[in-house]
Every structure is written in structure tokens, then in C-alpha cells.
């Protein structure tokens, strides 16, 4: 079937290091690919996305890409601030017009 | 524009009692969507609407229902709530039901039931 595993959190970091949240999937067929945020108190909002194979999504100095070989689609950014604490759900969309959460990884991020 | 709205913010019923939980979008978009969010589960889809006058199950749409209003609401139903339904949920939508499109997401319904 189609889903999502990604890191398990939570993760600390101080501002200005790096980050870098894991996400693989399970899928068939050609999936798009997401990013979501969840700030506190908020409902999801997209972060990035990647509709095909070695597309490179970036939105707020965040990256990911599609990476078929590996079906992987790792969150990376290479100095993060304090506003960047969050929730972070990868999610898959599939065929059938769904989209597979995973299981969201919080990020604190320490002045 | 105000997006995805969703009412009430908070709502506690005891073990039961009926409620509606109310979405409206003013994007224009096709398709709409309700989840509920748990604890290290993501989100998990309860029940969807494609376009206006289509309403499907999702994973989970036991002891919920549905009612596409009009294409900017959808409304979701819990006819008699349980304990287990205790969750944060959120409306969605998106322009169309396609696996590349966005959704754009309400800010949640905290409902616990006891």
C-alpha cells in the first residue's frame, strides 16, 4: 500500500545548526510528495512539494528532493531559528486522490 | 480571504450527545476534506468530497458523517459521541482531487468527549 515513515522526534537543536528530518515512503504508482508544518496552536500549512522524480522543493530556506532510487524525500535546512519550532508531517499524495501522513516529528529549536 | 475556517474552536460533549462541526472555504475549491489528528498517528482521513455533491469514506469513518452543503462547506457529523473520538480535527481543501494539488487547511476543532 501507500505510506509514510518518517523520524521519530522529538528534536532539539540550538539556533543556527542544522537540520534534517528523514521521511522514506511506500507507493505505487507516481506519487507527489509533501512537506506540511504545524505551528503551535495552527492547522497544517504546506511547507514544499515535489510532483516528480529528482524534483528539488524549497520554501523558507527548507529543501527537499524526490528521490525515487531511495524513495526517500528528506526535510534538510542549514540554520534554523527559533520560529522554525514546529510540527513537520511528510505525507504522500496517491493516486486515488489521498494523501498518507506520517506521524509528524516536533522540532524545538533553542535560542 | 479568510481560507478554511471551521467552527466551534473547543467543544466538550459527554458520552452520547450529537454535534456538527462546520467548515466553509471561500477559495472556490472543488474538493474538500476532514481529518482527525492523534497523538503519533499524523493525520488520518475520515471522510472526503471531490467535487460538490460526492462525498466518500477515508480510513477511519465510523460514527462520523457527512454533508457537502454547498461548494464552500462540508459539515461533519458525530451522531453519538464516544470517548475514542476525542481528537483535534481539521477541514481541508483543495482546487481539485488530484494527487499534486496543495491542501489548504483550517486552524482545528479540539473536541473531547467524556
Known amino acids: 500500500g501507500n505510506s509514510v515513515t518518517q523520524m521519530e522526534g522529538p528534536v532539539t537543536l540550538s539556533e543556527e545548526a542544522f537540520l534534517t528530518i528523514n521521511c522514506t515512503y511506500t507507493?505505487?504508482?507516481?506519487?507527489?510528495l509533501f512537506w506540511y508544518v504545524q505551528y503551535p496552536g495552527e492547522g497544517l500549512q504546506l511547507l514544499l512539494k515535489?510532483?516528480?522524480?529528482?524534483d528539488k522543493g524549497s520554501n523558507k530556506g527548507f529543501e527537499a528532493t524526490y528521490r525515487k532510487e531511495t524513495t526517500s524525500f528528506h526535510l534538510e535546512k542549514g540554520s534554523v531559528q527559533v520560529s522554525d519550532s514546529a510540527v513537520y508531517f511528510c505525507a504522500l499524495g496517491r493516486g486515488d486522490y489521498k494523501l498518507s501522513f506520517g506521524a509528524g516529528t516536533t522540532v524545538t529549536v533553542r535560542a | 480571504n479568510a481560507g478554511v475556517t471551521q467552527t466551534p474552536k473547543f467543544q466538550v460533549l459527554k458520552t452520547g450527545q450529537s454535534m456538527t462541526l462546520q467548515c466553509a472555504q471561500d477559495?472556490?475549491?472543488?474538493?474538500m476534506y476532514w481529518y482527525r489528528q492523534d497523538p503519533g498517528m499524523g493525520l488520518r482521513l475520515i471522510y472526503y468530497?471531490?467535487?460538490?455533491?460526492?462525498?466518500d469514506k477515508g480510513e477511519v469513518p465510523n460514527g462520523y458523517n457527512v454533508s457537502r452543503l454547498n461548494k464552500r462547506e462540508f459539515s461533519l457529523r458525530l451522531e453519538s459521541a464516544a470517548p475514542s473520538q476525542t481528537s483535534v480535527y481539521f477541514c481541508?481543501?483543495?482546487?481539485?482531487?488530484?494527487?499534486?494539488?496543495?491542501?489548504?487547511f483550517g486552524p482545528g476543532t479540539r473536541l473531547l468527549v467524556l
Open positions: 507507493a505505487t504508482g507516481y506519487p507527489s
Open positions: 468530497s471531490a467535487s460538490e455533491g460526492t462525498t
Open positions: 477559495m472556490n475549491h472543488n474538493s
Open positions: 515535489a510532483t516528480k522524480a529528482d
Open positions: 481541508a481543501s483543495s482546487e481539485s482531487a488530484s494527487r499534486q494539488e496543495t491542501q489548504y
